[in-house]
């Protein structure tokens, strides 16, 4: 089975009856869907015309606004066209940028002046930039923009971790069939916590797992090696995008997309320089700005620049707010943080954060309206997780006593937090590999000047699973609920895969959490009451 755009597999089954009608409604749709656009007629009729075979995705979606993003095979203009219903009579057209080698072809379009709390229905056509009569065959798509008002619920899933661990794209398991599930629950969006790729994880044909049988991955040149070119994080980009379950989600699905540190390698922090023989260019940060430049042509996030990264003035931390009932504030625990150590300084400013980004959380977070506070953050706050025999890559660092180090940040956080009686805060994140629930609370911890609060974790999407983590006592975690592997890398054929869901109920403002496996288990459920200020 090839799942690559250029050789796709057809879907199997009949109709699915689902609220998408576009998903489930002409043939023609569908084919744009799950097909490169070219297959969906003759050849000699679309011959020479650009081609959006990678799909289409939109990303930051607000009551208002969202981008719409896709990548052609060749030069070509973007277009967009919206409308209410899939017949798109009346549709609104959208012209966007010219879609080149300097953005690798890929090219976001905003979209502005949406209706709030509707379906939108839209295509992506892509036009000879040479002869505007020469289009190629439209790549469909639809998202629901934010509510308006209160009363309408909010649903969005979360989960990271793609690709990692050499788990690849597997066709004999059906490749990353978590997204098909993910997509069959139809959610508002959905939150990538990070590790969106694994640029330093090669992806071999084939892995013998532990009872003799085989995974088998599809690979590619970029994936037979770390990257460090613009063109090799780029391709790693454009690995996850060959499986079509993959290209069906997004197509549905908006992202709120974020980093850590597998878009460019391995625990990786500003300035660090590299010993690891696979690598030419040792100079991490030069990588970082490679990754994140790809990162920005591959994803549409409101503050990233086409051309990338904060070297252009693009930052990765922001906010997205779904409604009155939602804000989701998205944290970038990478590009400020301090040098990876033992952890156990008596003052660090730079922290895991950096000044500048905290004084922008702390800010937005005073003026955000919204019954509940997601803060993303790509790594959790109180597990231990070790970078090499003495130092360490999170927050926490495993002594139980009083903040050191990262920690003191964290600490500063949340007695802001406490003292401005900010209400309905929470904090979602992956990347351990395994899914928990932790109660934090003041009367358990050594820094008690906070509010109780819960952390929710949920991953990996497609990577190996991991024993869980070792727990900090300093701000007092309770672990209410965990599943995780008792051996390190542990396939997706062997543990399933991790994604957690999160409901708003527009009339009683409740917040339910579920924590989910793959294979249509809620494994966790909890329900947080709005309007307080710790849980």
């Keep these: ?144 923009t934010a509510p308006q008002r209160r009363k309408q619920d909010v649903r969005f899933l979360w989960s990271g971790d793609i690709a990692g661990q050499g788990w690849g794209i597997n066709p004999d398991i059906g490749g990353y069939r978590v997204y098909e599930e993910m997509r069959r629950l139809d959610p508002d969006f959905f939150l990538c916590s990070g590790d969106t790729i694994y640029a330093d994880g090669v992806i ?4 013998r797992l532990p009872d003799g049988r085989v995974w088998r991955n599809v690979t590619t040149v970029e994936k037979s090696r770390v990257a460090q070119s613009l063109d090799e994080f780029r391709g790693n980009f454009r690995y996850n995008l060959l499986d079509e379950n993959v290209r069906r989600f997004n197509a549905q699905v908006p992202t709120v997309a974020q980093w850590d540190d597998h878009e460019v390698r391995n625990n990786w922090y500003p300035g660090q320089i590299l010993d690891d023989p696979r690598y030419a260019e040792k100079d991490v940060d030069v990588l970082a700005r490679r990754a994140m430049r790809a990162f920005a042509e591959y994803f549409p996030v409101s503050t990233l620049p086409a051309r990338g990264g904060r070297g252009h003035g693009g930052r990765m931390h922001r906010v997205v707010r779904h409604g009155p009932l939602l804000d989701v504030f ?22 895991i954060l950096g000044a500048e980004q905290l004084a922008w959380l702390k800010r937005e977070l005073v003026r955000s309206r919204a019954v509940w506070k997601v803060i993303a953050a790509d790594m959790p706050i109180g ?70 609060f819960w952390e929710f974790v949920s991953g990996p999407l497609a990577a190996g699973g991991f024993p869980a983590n070792a727990l900090d006592a300093t701000f007092g975690p309770e672990r209410v609920f965990v599943r ?14 991790y994604f957690g869901e999160v409901q708003i109920d527009g009339g009683s403002g409740e917040l339910t959490v579920r924590l989910r496996a793959e294979g249509g288990t809620v494994l966790f459920s909890k329900v947080l009451q709005p309007g307080r200020v710790g849980q």
């Design 1 to 144: 089975m090839n799942t690559s755009p250029e050789h796709p597999s057809r879907p199997e089954g009949g109709p699915v009856t689902e609220r998408r009608a576009l998903l489930r409604g002409t043939v023609a749709a569908s084919a744009a869907l799950a097909l490169p656009v070219a297959a969906a007629a003759p050849a000699f009729a679309l011959a020479g015309r650009p081609r959006a075979g990678w799909g289409v995705q939109v990303g930051d979606v607000t009551a208002s606004s969202g981008l719409v993003w896709v990548r052609s095979d060749r030069p070509a203009r973007m277009v967009v066209e919206t409308s209410a219903t899939e017949s798109f009579r009346r549709a609104r057209r959208q012209y966007g940028p010219l879609l080149g080698p300097g953005t690798d072809h890929t090219g976001t379009t905003a979209l502005r002046g949406l209706p709030a709390g509707e379906e939108v229905h839209y295509r992506v056509l892509l036009a000879d930039p040479d002869d505007p009569r020469r289009v190629g065959e439209p790549v469909y798509g639809t998202f629901r």
């Design 204 to 207: 071999e044909p084939t892995v």
């Design 330 to 351: 998205v944290l970038d625990m990478r590009s400020y943080r301090s040098a990876n150590s033992p952890g156990r300084q008596a003052d660090d400013e730079q922290g």
């Design 383 to 452: 597990l231990v997780v070790p970078d090499g025999s003495a130092d360490f890559e999170a927050i926490a660092q495993g002594d139980p006593g009083a903040p050191l180090g990262r920690e003191l940040q964290i600490a500063e956080l949340l007695r802001f937090v406490k003292h401005r009686r900010i209400t309905g805060t929470l904090w979602l994140t992956a990347d351990v590999h395994y899914t928990s629930a932790q109660h934090y609370s003041p009367e358990r911890a050594a820094f008690r000047d906070f509010a109780p």
């Design 484 to 497: 995780a592997p008792e051996q390190a890398n542990v396939s997706p054929m062997e543990s399933p895969q």
